[in-house]
């Protein structure tokens, strides 16, 4: 008997105007998996609005659905991606009894170490990608390969011809970085930031001031996050960042007029705590026009509670992000397990594409006996041009998905072991950061706290509690994962 599954299809409206990911392709690629894979798709879940809209009701539908229909064992999606946009979506279904994602275009990893990995690398990707809203590719079938930008360097950078790479300007990369601090953390208008880059030292390379387009136009250029903008895509560039990705992203939050509202910024403590005392909300005031005071809504009157100032409660989740700190030697153990998925993995993708690539030829034959029909006469120009233009469909799908393949867009091993080092500097990158961003932080790795005179007690959410809880290292460390398949 086939096994019954349900597909779910997501396509967000910037990605509906490339080619490659409509729902049309997302709706056929699946079926074609499913007809390979003996799978029944029972129902299939379209969303198609835009992702930075929140709530996702086809999601919300499928789950419904999911928890009625016992015989119903798996998800099928074209990218893990696709399917879920953060670590809730993903943890709900992970803890669905029996359930199972199956991803067209990834070999998803097996077992507790695997799926612990995918999911604190949803997590952290959706940290420090989210917001970039443009998908970056790896620059493998691009001009834009390692020193090949096109162009001069852009301010801030210099050309370096024998490295063929972009350098940053020792004089002017730092002043770039100011004024995309000032930009993006001081209330300052574009046309206001023209006078201060000015007094900062911003200079374009012939020595001249930048008015407020070619500003603009810096300030909205990725290459200063290390990404290379190139025909209309966003490629991993091969040079030194000038500033962090979340510097930029709140650069272009703020030039598109979508900067957080003036209480958000100020108070962005918000809504990560309830009171111990009397469980209400912890909200925030501005004391004498300057400070910001934390305390609880005292909605069922008075209680406990005092009031706390915003930077001591900042401190008081310092240890709540050292907690989630991976030690060395977990990190070890994690790669370990990863390298071996990864052979098993690699193996997969490649029988994967010998399989893409005989279905290709197999179109090309077909395609040239009919042609040879049409001339003979066996077949008329109608009926050959309805064939043709299946074909041409077909070989689209399977380039698209070869193309896929070839990104592979699994944790990979150094994207894994790039989430992992960020865990592990995530106490630094919190003292080191504003308050907004200490908070973006927090929210993704809890989900409430509870406030209780100086006392925080946090709710970590998957799988951010098991680190912190330090549970038995057999639920999550390799090496002692029975699931584990053997190598060889
Ligand atoms: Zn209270």
């Known amino acids: 008997m086939k096994r019954r599954v349900v597909a779910y299809i997501r396509v967000s409206t910037e990605e509906q ?12 690629l699946l079926a074609d998996y ?16 835009s992702a930075h809209k929140p709530g996702r009701p086809e999601f919300s539908a499928m789950l419904k659905f999911l928890r009625k229909r016992k015989d119903v064992t798996g998800v099928l999606c074209y990218k893990l991606d696709r399917l879920s946009r953060n670590l809730q979506d993903y943890s709900v279904l992970e803890e669905m009894e029996g359930m199972s994602i199956i991803s067209v275009t990834e070999s998803l990893p097996e077992g507790a170490s695997g799926r612990f990995v995918a999911s604190i690398h949803a997590a952290v990707s959706r940290l420090y990608s989210d917001q970039l809203g443009e998908r970056v590719r790896h620059a493998a079938n691009t001009k834009v390969r390692r020193g090949g930008w096109p162009g001069p360097a852009p301010t801030g950078y210099v050309n370096d011809r024998e490295a063929k790479v972009l350098l940053p ?67 991993q560039g091969e040079h030194e960042p000038i500033v962090s990705k979340a510097l930029y ?7 598109r007029g979508r900067s957080h509202p003036l209480t958000k910024r100020r108070f962005p403590y918000r809504g990560l705590m309830t009171c111990g005392y009397c469980g209400c909300r912890i909200t925030a005031s501005l004391i004498k026009g300057k400070y910001v005071y934390y305390h609880c809504t005292h909605g069922k009157g008075k209680c406990g509670q005092s009031y706390l100032p915003q930077d001591s409660l900042g401190e008081l989740f310092f240890p709540v992000v050292e907690a989630v700190r991976l030690s060395e030697e977990q990190v070890r153990a994690l790669m370990a397990g990863i390298r071996r998925e990864g ?13 893409l690539r005989r279905q290709l030829t197999e179109v090309t034959q077909m395609r040239d006996k009919a042609y040879e029909d049409k001339l003979r006469g066996v077949i008329s120009d109608e009926r050959w041009s309805t064939l ?47 308050h907004e961003e200490r908070v973006r932080l927090l929210k993704a790795l809890l989900s409430n706290s509870i406030l209780m ?23 999550w460390l390799p090496g002692e994962d029975s699931n584990l398949q053997p190598t060889g």
């Open 343 to 355: 052979g098993r993995r690699k193996r997969d993708a490649e029988s994967r594409m010998r399989e």
């Open 169 to 235: 300007d020792p004089e002017m990369a730092p002043i770039v970085r100011r004024v995309f601090e000032v930009y993006a953390n001081e209330d300052i208008s574009l046309s206001q930031l023209v006078g201060r880059a000015k007094s900062l030292g911003l200079r374009t390379r012939s020595g001249g001031v930048l008015s407020k387009g070619p500003l603009h136009k810096l300030l909205g250029n990725p290459i200063y996050c290390g990404l290379l903008r190139y025909e209309g895509k966003v490629y």
């Open 34 to 49: 499913a007809a390979g894979h003996d799978l029944d798709v029972v129902r299939t879940f379209e969303e198609s609005h």
């Open 388 to 434: 043709e233009s299946n074909w041409s469909a077909k070989e689209d799908r399977l380039s698209a998905q070869m193309v896929d393949l070839e990104l592979g867009t699994g944790p990979a091993e150094d994207e894994a072991l790039a989430t992992f080092e960020l865990l592990e500097r995530a106490p630094r990158l919190y003292r080191t950061q504003p």
């Open 453 to 475: 005179g100086k006392n925080l007690d946090p709710f970590y959410r998957k799988p951010f509690d098991l680190v912190a809880e330090g549970v038995s290292r057999s639920l």
């Open 17 to 28: 105007a490339t080619h490659g990911y409509s729902i049309e392709t997302q709706r056929q």
């Open 249 to 255: 992203n709140r650069a272009q939050d703020k030039l």
